[in-house]
């Protein structure tokens, strides 16, 4: 059970970080990209949207209940 509870600590982690890029990258990458486009610079390839994931660890509480069994 200690060790399914690390992992889904790391997973919530990561998609911490995750998020924090996306927010980053949506404050400070893409509105330079948007003045190149109102600038008429196109690029080769479009600007992709990225989401943020909204999900996070299920903990397994099922197991936590008969452990004290």
């Known amino acids: 059970v200690e060790h399914m509870s ?3 600590s790391s997973l919530d982690k990561s998609v911490d970080h995750y998020n ?3 927010g980053s990258l949506e404050r400070q ?14 690029t080769r390839k479009p600007v ?3 989401e943020p994931i909204e999900k ?3 903990k397994p ?6 452990k004290n069994e």
């Open 56 to 58: 996070s660890t299920r």
């Open 29 to 42: 990458v893409f509105p330079t990209t948007r003045k190149f486009k109102d600038l008429g610079i196109e």
């Open 20 to 22: 924090k890029a996306v």
């Open 48 to 50: 992709p949207e990225i």
């Open 6 to 8: 690390r992992i889904g």
């Open 61 to 66: 509480t099922s197991l936590l209940n008969t």
